[in-house]
């Protein structure tokens, strides 16, 4: 019996990209930034500072140029995520680490700081 192919859609496993800048925390300790995010946002800059909003649970993320005393260096993959290993931030202010995604977080352009609501 011939099967006619009419209906079937080929797979050909090539893997997208989401083009939706989106922040995940990871279990590891990790806050990571997909592509678009990295290409939009943080575009050649290699540290970070991490500011915490005990009343409020907010994260705020500053991207910087220069290392400076506090800073995280930020890391990235061929692929174009980059993250910022931060076990010790996430342990002093008690930070629950489960996989969370954001797409778009809250940018507070005055400060110069990415929010995120925990």
């Not at 910087?64 to 692929?79: D, F, K, R, W």
């Not at 290993?85 to 400060?111: A, D, V």
Request: proline share 3%; glycine share 6%.
């Amino acid at each position: 019996m011939k099967t006619n192919l009419q209906n079937f859609e080929r797979f050909t496993n090539i893997r997208q990209h989401s083009k939706t800048p989106s922040i995940s925390f990871w279990s590891r300790g990790q806050i990571a930034f997909n592509r678009a995010f990295a290409k939009k946002y943080i575009k050649e800059k290699q540290y970070a500072i991490l500011f915490f909003n005990r009343k409020s649970k907010q994260v705020g993320v500053r991207f910087i140029n220069e290392q400076e005393e506090g800073t995280l260096m930020i890391g990235g993959n061929q692929s174009g995520t980059r993250w910022i290993t931060c076990r010790t931030f996430f342990s002093t202010y008690q930070i629950k680490t489960p996989r969370k995604f954001l797409n778009e977080p809250e940018y507070n352009q005055s400060n110069d700081l990415f929010i995120i609501q925990l």
